[in-house]
């Protein structure tokens, strides 16, 4: 069972995703709690990264790994965000990676720290599969420009799915 720090960033962390993403009120968005959580670290252990401080995480990054053609079938909008989870399994080699997410608290926006955790986890799972592209889903202008920069500095084609 995860530990919630006492009146931590974790819960800020929490109900920014919730504003901004909307998730929970969403059915095709994937909404994550520890079963979904479970399932990206079986998937792969850099699916998901954080910053922390002594006050729990101040920034938060979900990538995942899956295949060309679940890619594909994602952004011709044939699957949702859920379905593109639940059709990835465990196991398999992976050539294609979803931008999922990204949130950072407010007060350390602008120093790198979504870039950074998002690249450390495309590094991450090269590593272990021939990643081949990259896709994103993006809900802001500073998603499109983060997908973008994660492109360019993996040198990985990076597509997008339309709104």
């Known amino acids: 069972m995860p530990v919630i720090e006492d ?9 920014l995703a919730d504003e901004f993403f909307g998730a929970k009120s969403d059915p095709s968005q994937i909404s994550v709690n520890e079963k979904v959580m479970m399932a990206l670290k079986g998937i792969h252990p850099s699916t998901m990264t954080e910053r922390r401080t002594s006050r729990g995480p101040i920034a938060w990054g ?6 060309h053609g679940i890619m594909q079938q ?14 990835t399994r465990a196991g398999r080699k992976y050539d294609s990676l979803y931008l999922c997410s990204a949130i950072v608290l407010p007060e350390f926006r602008r120093k790198g720290y979504a870039e950074e955790l998002l690249c450390k986890a495309v590094r991450g799972i090269r590593k272990d599969h021939p990643i081949e592209s990259l896709f994103y889903w993006s809900f802001s202008a500073v998603g499109t420009k983060l997908a973008k920069a994660i492109g360019k500095e993996t040198d990985l084609p990076l597509f997008r799915r339309k709104p």
């Open 7 to 15: 009146g931590s960033n974790l819960q800020r962390m929490i109900r």
């Open 62 to 67: 979900m990538v995942i790994p899956t295949t």
């Open 74 to 87: 994602f952004l011709a909008k044939q699957v949702t965000e859920r379905q593109l989870l639940r059709l």
